[in-house]
T-cell receptor
């Protein structure tokens, strides 16, 4: 069974204090790994797609990396507006495989 | 930008009512999804459609049905609403199976 575990469940950072969020996954084969940001009461907003180990993507203060067993979302010098829940999802390999498996998310709070 | 629009942000319905949730996307995407999101359970797939009139069950299809008569529109139907269907419902679309999904703003449904 495909599994995605995100840690920590919640993270409080001071403004400017860099850190990383973890997404560990267990799949028979990985077609893609996706990161989303979700603000309270809203739908998830797409951030990154990673397809193979060693791949990295960056956007402003965020950088996503991928290994064969986990992905990290690095947040450099965060600002209060980065506060949100960050979701990780994996798409397994396999004919007809279309179903994303989501982690439960990491709730990030950035304190001014 | 991709836009996925859900017909309602908030709905309150009575037990036993038939409920329709509508979703429209404007990017000619092949795939459309309906998820529900509950605290502690994360996002769970209800139904998926990969083409007009085509549908596949997700993890939790019981009590729900879907309709896709046009490519841009995907409807979720609660045949007889129950209190355990109180949840946040999220519609999403993607161009291809292995590309990112874009989400709507969500519909917060309360069944009383």
């Amino acid at each position: 069974e495909d599994q995605v575990t995100q840690s920590p469940e919640a993270l409080r950072l001071q403004e400017g204090e860099s850190s990383s969020l973890n997404c560990s996954y267990t799949v028979s084969g990985l077609r893609g790994l996706f990161w989303y940001r979700q603000d309270p009461g809203k739908g998830p907003e797409f951030l990154f797609t990673l397809y193979s180990a060693g791949e990295e993507k960056e956007k402003e203060r965020l950088k996503a990396t991928l290994t064969k067993k986990e992905s990290f979302l690095h947040i450099t010098a965060p600002k209060p507006e980065d506060s949100a829940t960050y979701l990780c999802a994996v798409l397994p390999l396999g004919a007809g495989s279309y179903q994303l498996t989501f982690g439960k998310g990491t709730k990030l709070s950035v304190i001014p | 930008d991709v836009k996925v629009t859900q017909s309602s942000r908030y709905l309150v319905k009575r037990t036993g009512e038939k409920v329709f949730l509508e979703c429209v996307q404007d990017m000619d995407h092949e795939n459309m999804f309906w998820y529900r999101q509950d605290p502690g359970l994360g996002l769970r797939l209800i139904y998926f459609s990969y083409d007009v009139k085509m549908k596949e069950k997700g993890d939790i299809p019981e009590g729900y049905s879907v309709s896709r008569e046009k490519k841009e529109r995907f409807s979720l139907i609660l045949e007889s609403a129950s209190t355990n269907q109180t949840s946040m419902y999220l519609c999403a679309s993607s161009l291809a199976v292995n590309t990112e999904a874009f989400f709507g703003q969500g519909t917060r449904l309360t069944v009383v």
